[in-house]
């Protein structure tokens, strides 16, 4: 019986230190990737479920446990749809809709009079971006509003993002920053002869390089940052 329980403890000496040295390693170890991020750059679980019925829009919120309709009109026809994270977007022939977890309601943009439907929509986890012929539309997952933003006559759309929480669309004359901590769209004017040279979204932050400049817009804060680039 001694015999037995030498050997036992001998085996079991390398496991304790085996489990020592991992516990070691996991104090030591530097912050995941996730542990890193800054407030809003979580990936956010797709909680939203879209649904087209006859006549109805449907969000099935799976963090409330809860459903949000919106009756369709005679004849109007559901060209687009998609939900991501926390956030819905559906796009009729008449309208666009959008939607967030625990909303009460859908919020609803009507297009205007020669203003055809967009193709889709830009959806990060918290906000959701769509642009037309004459108008930037923006929802706020954070309110649960949607906002809008009317192009001037000849102004031209560059390019738009989405991801996360934070949007941006970029027009010929300026920059559109979307956030849905502090709510709406921030606009930083563009220079004449100020070429775009690139546009992203990640996380909570959205960059445009121009010929001249870094444009940084940080959605926490709903500010543009720049730095010369001359």
């Known amino acids: 019986m001694t015999r037995r329980r030498r050997r036992a403890g001998a085996a079991a000496a390398p496991a304790l230190a085996l489990a020592a040295a991992l516990a070691l390693a996991l104090v030591a170890a530097p912050p995941s990737s996730a542990q890193r991020r800054a407030p809003g750059e979580t990936p956010l679980a797709d909680v939203l479920q879209i649904v087209v019925l006859e006549r109805e829009l449907v969000a ?31 796009i009729t022939d008449r309208r666009l809709l959008a939607v967030g977890t625990r909303s009460g309601a859908w919020q609803a943009a009507r297009f205007r009079r020669g203003e055809p439907p967009p193709p889709g929509a830009l959806l990060g986890e918290r906000v959701a971006i769509a642009v037309t012929g004459k108008r930037a539309l923006g929802f706020d997952g954070g309110s649960g509003n949607l906002v809008e933003r009317t192009l001037g006559p000849r102004e031209r759309v560059l390019a738009a993002d989405a991801d996360g929480a934070v949007g941006v669309v970029v027009t010929d004359r300026r920059a559109l920053g979307l956030s849905p901590f502090v709510g709406g769209f921030f606009v930083q004017p563009l220079r004449l002869e100020e070429d775009v040279e690139g546009v992203a979204a990640t996380g909570n932050v959205a960059t445009v390089r121009t010929s001249r400049r870094l444009l940084t817009f940080q959605a926490p804060v709903g500010a543009w940052v720049e730095v010369p680039l001359d």
């Open 60 to 90: 099935i919120d799976g963090l409330a446990g809860t459903d949000t309709r919106a009756e369709l009109e005679i004849g109007e026809r559901v060209l687009w749809t998609e939900a991501r994270g926390r956030v819905g977007v559906a």
